[in-house]
């Protein structure tokens, strides 16, 4: 799959663009999807509707005075929520971001969301639930097998055989490579420097020399993300960030040694009001040569 | 001299372009992929078939045709595009001999008009303008295994429906039955994207093996005893073959690769913007804006800007093939005679790359791939060629093992097709695919005119689940192109869904749109039916 061109002026016409699509369907719905052993991405659309029936049974002020989150339940094994002893956590979030991402600490395990609301009293409100998402687990099985059994040193002398420290780093994205050499090309002429990590390609980690046998590389990034209105002016570091359509943002950055401060502010459309919250991340790494 | 190799090489091209075919406009600047892949890549391969079989070369290489690649390379309006296409090229190449006499660009002026006459000898002569056949041929030889892919390029681990999973397995196969007249042995997963259990489906459709990157068979469970360099069985009874990564480093590294050597071609200095303008206009798009005509005189040279990039010269990077080819060849002869005695069985070693790697960005690939076949057959005997299909013949005791869940993109999941450029497009795709499923459902025996507007949703929905769009939206080239294609395949859906639910099916609007998306001539909407999708999971 590759790309050499750029779309004609004249093919441009109303209705291509992505806002002219539904806002939504009219119905109350959600659904997850996986997108890494620690990732998951969830949408949801809860009608008008929906809310008046809930503020009926609740309270028309249950919105604004409950806390408005997702549950993520992990329902591995049973693939489905559970009444006792159901294992969950929680994430504060606006139900009108209309989307999230998803982070959990345990890879390999099959989960299940719900939006909804805790009431000042500690109530669970559920909105709309999603489908049963499992996630890969992201390493090598523990699990071996009597008729095809192999030494475990053996095995290991495999993964390094097999090629286990590409491992996400083969990516057969032809337009990839050629676009980091684009860039290369681009940067020998302009000296561009760049700001965080803004597309997919920029880092990756340098084998080390093959005179060492045994050998460890690693690296960090930062994944900043948040939600506000869609219409609203943003900023992270004093530079514009561009808004999805549902009014969330994300970016990766590179997270080099030291001390970094991202500032990010949201200022209304109409310009009368301004929110602001102030993120300090600092990492030290510590090799010690041996 | 039988059975003195020491293990099998597989070699798998996944041959790919999204569908674009606009006959509404009379000419559109995105049809030229396909224009360019057919004539650096997808022809130029067949003429290496050619040779190597009129030379007694024997070989066997894997590939994959994607439907929606089949469906343009028999379409009559593009079949014309692309002769319009070389014949332009023709007559500018052989302006430019004349122009370049007695200069330094001659020897590659006179290598492009060489080409071009080829390219036009093969289409016309040989394959009568629908070069399936010439792929046909080949496989009906044994030299060649084409198999097929999701319909439409379908990432399948971001589909929530089993219906549509199922749905891109079983258009595709039978796509594939239309142009070879016989059912596909294996599939290509669209990305390498492989979610666990959607094995069901493909054994379903009578496919008996696909590919996945590394990691996809070295996390499975329970352990792989063979890790990549043997395949293993799903639950399913389907086999996966693993991506050997050593092979495709080689191939692929930023620093080492193959592709980087100074004296290869240039891919970013290109005529289209080198000549003067009021020469080179007649072959410019009629917007006149200057773009890549496809012929390059200078190679890469070094580090220096576009401006300081020295000829080209078609002998000395022939060459360079030649000896980058001995160099593939020979590591993988000591990486086999070493995985031999590590793995006590004949190792399969599985290079996989995009087929449009060679020729069309790396120009000299193709000709590294003939002189691959060539000394794999004259100058060695430890590596055996071999096709998937055949080496299940061979070996058909394997592991059963459970794969894990992997793409071949960046990070080895899903995020390339699941970020903030592209997460907007999935409410709407799951939308439309579940308006389908309901549809499907509810007409069971649809005629007339309604079964042509559920057949033509079918169209549109598959369409609009390419993963092109959602990469090219990550990736950032072609954006605007792709984000207008994923919005206008679902207002497609949107307008067809309400006209069929109310009743009103506007017969203009279909034939029109039936018109410009004119993909799978032959599909039946049912294939989405959660009747469908239940039975292929059964059996």
Known sequence: MTSSGHIKKDNNDPGSDYKSLPEGYGNTEAALLPRDPNWMFIYWEITANSKAEVCKTHGSDIFQKSKQIIRVYDVTGTGSIGTVDQKYFDIPVMVDAKSWYINVQESGRAYCCEVGLITPDGRFIGLVRTNTVSLPVGRVSEVTDEKWMSVTSDFEKLLQLSGVEYIGKGSGEVAKSLAQRWEMLRAVFSRASSWGVSSLSSHTLAKPPLSKAFWLVADCELILYGATEPDAYVTVSGRKVKLNTDGTFSMRFALPDGGMELPIKAVSKDETETREIKIKVSRATNTDGK | ??????????????????????????????????????????????????????????????????????????????????????????????????????????????????????????????????????????????????????????????????????????????????????????????????????????????????????????????????????????????????????????????????????????????????????????????????????????????????????????????????????????????????????????????????????????????????????????????????????????????????????????????????????????????????????????????????????????????????????FLMSVGTAKTYSTKRFVEHTHRCIALYEQIMGNRIDEGYLKNIEWRDNIFPEVDYRVFSTAAAEKAAKS
């Not at chain 2, 290598?111 to 010439?134: P, S, T």
């Not at chain 2, 696909?210 to 005893?225: K, Q, V």
């Not at chain 2, 399913?236 to 080689?250: I, K, N, Y």
Request: contains cysteine; hydrophobic residues 35%; charged residues 25%.
């Open chain 2, 1 to 470: 001299m039988a059975n003195n190799e020491k293990g099998y090489l597989a070699l798998v091209l996944h041959a790919h372009l999204p569908f674009i075919r606009h006959p509404e406009y009379e000419d559109f600047l995105e049809e030229d992929w396909f224009f360019e892949a057919m004539c650096e890549t997808y022809l130029p391969l067949l003429d290496i078939y050619e040779r190597l079989t009129r030379e007694n070369v024997d070989f066997r290489i894997t590939m994959s045709l994607t439907p929606p690649l089949c469906n343009m390379m028999s379409d009559p309006l593009l079949s014309g595009r692309f002769q319009r296409y070389y014949n332009q090229r023709l007559e500018l190449s052989e302006k430019e001999v004349a122009r370049t006499r007695n200069t330094q660009f001659y020897d590659v002026a006179r290598m492009y008009e060489r080409k071009f006459k080829r390219i036009r000898e093969l289409y016309e002569d040989y394959y009568h303008r629908n070069i399936l056949e010439g792929f046909k041929k080949f496989q009906d030889m044994g030299k060649l295994e084409i198999i097929t892919c999701g319909a439409t390029h379908g990432f399948l681990p971001l589909e929530i429906r089993k219906e549509a999973v199922y749905a891109q397995v079983k258009i595709a196969a039978d796509d594939y039955r239309r142009h070879f007249g016989r059912g596909p042995k294996g599939i290509w997963l669209a990305e390498c994207a492989y979610n666990p259990g959607d094995d069901v489906y493909l054994k379903a459709n009578g496919i008996r093996f696909f590919f996945l990157e590394t990691h996809g068979i070295i996390y499975g469970s329970p352990r792989p005893r063979y890790g990549v360099y043997a395949p293993v069985y799903c639950p399913s009874g389907v086999a996966a073959f693993g991506r050997d990564m050593e092979s495709a480093q080689q191939v692929w590294s930023a620093e080492t690769g193959y592709p980087g050597d100074q004296r290869y071609r240039e891919f970013y200095r290109d005529l289209g913007y080198d000549l003067e303008y009021e020469y080179i206009k007649p072959y410019l798009h009629s917007d006149g804006v200057r773009r890549n005509m496809g012929m390059k005189y200078h190679r890469i040279t070094g580090r220096v800007p576009l401006n300081a990039k020295a000829p080209y010269n078609p002998q000395e990077a022939s060459e360079v093939a030649a000896s980058h080819a001995g160099n593939f060849m020979f590591n993988r002869e000591r990486q086999i005679e070493h995985l031999n005695s590590f793995l006590g069985r004949k190792p399969i070693v599985v290079s996989m790359y995009d087929a449009e790697l060679y020729g069309h960005w790396w120009y000299e690939g193709t000709d590294f791939i003939e002189y691959l076949l060539k000394k794999v057959h004259y100058d060695q005997q430890t590596i055996k060629l071999v096709t998937p299909s055949e080496y299940l013949g061979i070996h058909p005791d394997n592991q059963m093992v459970q794969p894990s869940m992997s793409t071949w993109g960046d990070k080895g999941y899903n995020e390339v097709w699941l970020n903030g450029t592209n997460d907007w497009v999935y409410r709407h795709l799951h939308k439309a695919v579940e308006r389908m499923v309901e549809m499907a459902n509810r007409f069971p025996s649809a005629d007339g005119m309604l079964k042509r507007a559920l057949n033509q949703y079918a169209r549109e929905v598959a369409l609009g689940m390419s993963s092109d769009w959602a």
